[in-house]
C-alpha cells in the first residue's frame, strides 16, 4: 500500500506560479512511478505528467510542455510539480498517483491516487 498525499494548491493569476506536493509513505515508495492527473469541472480526469521511479525519464502533456517540471526527491519521498505560466485552463483538482512500474505512465492505469489539491487561475 502507498498513501499519497498532495498539498500546494491555491487561487492565482493568469502566468503566476504554483508548486505542487505530494507526499508518498507506505511500502517501496521508491519503486513506485509517479504522476500528476488533473480534472477540470465537467471533464474527464487527464493525464498531465509523470516521472520513473528513479526519476530518469519524464512525460508531459502538450498543453503543459515548458510550463510545468516534475521533479521527485527519493530521499524525502515526495514528488513536485512546479507550474510556471498559469494559465485559466489549467483550473482544476489535481491529483498524484502512484504505480508499481515504469510503463505506460501517461494512461491513467495507477494503483494509488491522492485525494486531490485544487488549482484555479483567475484571468
Known amino acids: 500500500q502507498v498513501q499519497l498525499v498532495e498539498s500546494g494548491g491555491g487561487t492565482v493569476q493568469t502566468v503566476d506560479s504554483l508548486r505542487l506536493s505530494c507526499a508518498a509513505s507506505?511500502?517501496?515508495?521508491?519503486?513506485?512511478?509517479i504522476g500528476w492527473f488533473r480534472q477540470a469541472p465537467g471533464k474527464d480526469r487527464e493525464f498531465v505528467v509523470a516521472?520513473?521511479?528513479?526519476?530518469?525519464?519524464?512525460y508531459y502533456a502538450d498543453s503543459v510542455k515548458g510550463r510545468f517540471t516534475i521533479s521527485r526527491d527519493n530521499a524525502k519521498n515526495t514528488v513536485h510539480l512546479q507550474m510556471n505560466s498559469l494559465k485559466p485552463d489549467d483550473t482544476a483538482v489535481y491529483y498524484c498517483?502512484?504505480?508499481?512500474?515504469?510503463?505506460?505512465?501517461?494512461?491513467?492505469?495507477?494503483?494509488?491516487w491522492g485525494q486531490g489539491t485544487q488549482v484555479t487561475v483567475s484571468s
Open positions: 507506505g511500502r517501496a515508495v521508491n519503486l513506485h512511478s
Open positions: 516521472i520513473s521511479r528513479n526519476g530518469d525519464m519524464t
Open positions: 498517483a502512484a504505480k508499481y512500474s515504469d510503463s505506460l505512465l501517461i494512461t491513467i492505469d495507477y494503483s494509488y
